[in-house]
């Protein structure tokens, strides 16, 4: 059998025991099992990972074609991740008392950081320019501002 194999088996056991000792195997204080919190922190960093990734196709479209169209569909992408990130990373990690050194003062800092490179984006086609260098620099500092708040 599987190492995941295993680990779902193991997890599914836990479960079914604390059902019946009448505890809910949904709250996090009832996850005392570093393999459950593993487990649950894999899934939201392959979910995590996914929407990332997402960003950077999005990014690199606006890049080679600065539309309206390609903008707000990498704003749509970026405040999903960043949304993801903020209900799901954070708060899982604090919960399972496992944060490593963010806040919730660079997690503003951050975000307040992207939301205004992307407002400067707006703003430059809005104007009418078109050099994509410049697009594409911004784009990399947005996505160096998105791993900040994700690694």
């Not at 990734?53 to 992408?77: D, W």
């Not at 919730?104 to 205004?116: G, H, Q, T, Y």
Request: charged share 45%; hydrophobic share 35%; with cysteine.
């Amino acid at each position: 059998m599987s190492r995941k194999n295993e680990e779902a088996r193991k997890i599914k056991s836990k479960k079914s025991k604390l059902r019946k000792q009448g505890k809910s195997a949904g709250k996090t204080e009832e996850i005392s099992s570093p393999l459950l919190k593993d487990l649950i922190l894999e899934k939201i960093d392959e979910r995590a990972d996914v929407l990332l990734r997402e960003v950077i196709e999005g990014g690199n479209e606006f890049a080679r074609s600065p539309t309206y169209k390609h903008l707000k569909e990498y704003e749509k992408r970026v405040k999903r991740f960043i949304t993801y990130i903020v209900e799901k990373e954070f708060k899982v990690r604090e919960e399972l008392k496992k944060t490593k050194g963010k806040t919730r003062v660079d997690l503003c800092v951050i975000v307040d950081e992207v939301n205004s490179q992307l407002k400067d984006l707006a703003e430059r086609m809005m104007k009418g320019e078109r050099d994509t260098l410049v697009y594409a620099a911004k784009v990399d500092e947005i996505k160096g501002l998105l791993l900040d708040l994700y690694r």
